[in-house]
């Protein structure tokens, strides 16, 4: 996919994402946080998502990885399967919402 994220802005802290072959499980101190297909260092504010997956399988982990970003940023303490049952509905709502993507681009900053 090359349109990629690079980052994101949350609380005014920079994360940056990257792709990658094999993500770097032992970056993160939160070892039970280390995803099968992705990795968050909430430290390092930087994501890791292996690069081989298919197009659902990226989405789902970097959507996954951001909530876990935002997790542990501001201490939700929630579980893994939390973050997964979110993180899957989030984007299986937008994708058969095209109304709500339409609102959201309308009336948020995504535009810019
Ligand atoms: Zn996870």
Do not use: W
Request: hydrophobic letters at 35%; proline letters at 3%.
């Amino acid at each position: 996919m090359s349109n990629r994220p690079t980052g994101f802005k949350f609380l005014g802290k920079n994360y940056e994402i990257e792709y990658v072959a094999h993500v770097d499980c032992d970056s993160s101190p939160e070892l039970e946080n280390c995803y099968l297909f992705g990795v968050t260092n909430e430290a390092g504010k930087k994501i890791q998502v292996r690069d081989d997956l298919d197009k659902n399988e990226e989405v789902d982990t970097t959507v996954h990885e951001i909530f876990h970003a935002i997790d542990l940023t501001v201490d939700l303490e929630l579980t893994e399967r939390q973050i997964r049952v979110l993180a899957t509905s989030f984007i299986s709502i937008l994708e058969t919402t095209p109304e709500l993507r339409e609102y959201l681009y309308a009336n948020t900053q995504l535009q810019s």
